[in-house]
């Protein structure tokens, strides 16, 4: 079965600091090109991290110097390591394989992320 699973979400306040991993299996090769996103309530899917296939990083503005973004190939395995967490990046965090010309593109389920003030 071709599969992301996110996890390493939960409520942390103000300051704090988590770990969501996107766990790929099936034909997944998480030495793709792989991303993270976002979705806050009412708002809608941002972009959050991407690392290519050359392990290439980028984040987006919001979370430069706070977020980053790596990948265990051994472990078939994206980490977002998130530190200095804010209220206003409480969302939904997605993780997703962006499609190539041979295979599609695939999201994962999805990890809570919550930040108390």
């Known amino acids: 079965q071709v599969q992301l699973v996110e996890s390493g979400g939960g409520l942390v306040q103000a300051g704090g600091s988590l770990r969501l991993s996107c766990a790929a299996s099936?034909?997944?090769?998480?030495?793709?090109?792989m991303g993270w996103y976002r979705q806050a309530p009412g708002k809608q899917r941002e972009w959050v991290a991407t690392?290519?296939?050359?392990?290439?990083?980028n984040v987006t503005s919001s979370v430069k110097g706070r977020f980053t973004i790596s990948r265990d190939n051994a472990k078939n395995t994206v980490y977002l390591q998130m530190n200095s967490l804010k209220p206003e990046d409480t969302a939904v965090y997605y993780c997703?394989?962006?499609?190539?010309?041979?295979?599609?593109?695939?999201w994962g389920q999805g990890t809570q992320v919550t930040v108390s003030s």
């Open positions: 997703h394989k962006y499609p190539t010309r041979t295979e599609p593109g695939y």
């Open positions: 099936g034909s997944i090769l998480t030495t793709n090109a």
């Open positions: 690392i290519s296939s050359l392990a290439n990083t």
